[in-house]
């Protein structure tokens, strides 16, 4: 079984930077894709940026796109997400997600695995 474990969440000021990252563990198939989500009070989850492990770069939700950037680490089975330019609006609980089908893209509900998520607050 597949389980996720992301890290690096905390409070910053906007404007600031925020690195988080997800381990992944007991995978046994190749063909997957993770993602990063986010979740504020009230909100429904969304899916912020995704990338294949087989090939392709990321791709990111609108509202993040040339502020965050979605890494991948295939020797550690890591993924990260760098986020710049932090605003207060950015708060929320970050997840880290994987499709098992490969699927690599922004609808939450194609994703099978979720991690705990880590708190990102940005203060204004």
Request: charged letters at 15%; proline letters at 3%.
């Amino acid at each position: 079984q597949v389980q996720l474990v992301e890290s690096g969440g905390g409070l910053v000021q906007a404007g600031g930077s925020l690195t988080l990252s997800c381990t992944a563990s007991g995978r046994t198939f190749s063909n997957y894709a993770m993602a990063w989500s986010r979740q504020a009070p009230g909100e429904e989850r969304e899916i912020v940026a995704a990338i294949a492990w087989t090939g392709g770069g990321p791709v990111y939700a609108g509202h993040v796109k040339g502020r965050f950037t979605m890494t991948r680490d295939y020797a550690a089975t890591t993924v990260d997400l760098q986020m710049n330019s932090l605003k207060p609006e950015d708060t929320a609980v970050y997840y880290c997600a994987e499709s098992r089908f490969g699927y690599a893209g922004l609808d939450p509900g194609a994703y099978d695995t979720w991690g705990q998520g880590t708190q990102v607050t940005v203060s204004s």
